[in-house]
């Protein structure tokens, strides 16, 4: 069984940064790509940032130049820097990853139970 525990959401102001964290546990085999995607109230959820297991990255144009992704697969963990918060910026964050338990099946996609951003004066 696989686990993906988000944590780092909290209350800031516009203006200001968070980071994410969403660290990956059981039984993995390898990881595949890893993203993080948001909800705001009454929208549907969308991408924000996703990488690949060689790092190579893509990004919402919404946030692009404000927040980065990045991964430590030794930890299997992926992290969100999040810069210059708006207040649309604001919504649950879910981390996502592409895992394989074993060597001898596909990947699947595994998600997060979110981590609450709010931004506000």
């Known amino acids: 069984q696989v686990q993906l525990v988000e944590s780092g959401g909290g209350l800031v102001q516009p203006g200001g940064s968070l980071r994410l964290s969403c660290a990956a546990s059981?039984?993995?085999?390898?990881?595949?790509?890893m993203g993080w995607y948001r909800q705001a109230a009454g929208k549907e959820r969308e991408l924000v940032a996703v990488?690949?297991?060689?790092?190579?990255?893509n990004y919402a144009d919404s946030v692009k130049g404000r927040f980065t992704i990045s991964r430590d697969n030794a930890k299997n963990t992926v992290y969100l820097q999040m810069n210059s918060l708006k207040p649309e910026d604001a919504a649950v964050y879910y981390c996502?990853?592409?895992?394989?338990?074993?060597?001898?099946?596909?990947?699947?996609?595994?998600w997060g139970k979110g981590t609450l951003v709010t931004v506000s004066s």
């Open positions: 059981g039984s993995i085999f390898s990881i595949h790509d």
């Open positions: 996502n990853a592409a895992i394989r338990t074993d060597y001898r099946y596909n990947a699947m996609d595994y």
């Open positions: 990488i690949t297991r060689f790092s190579s990255t």
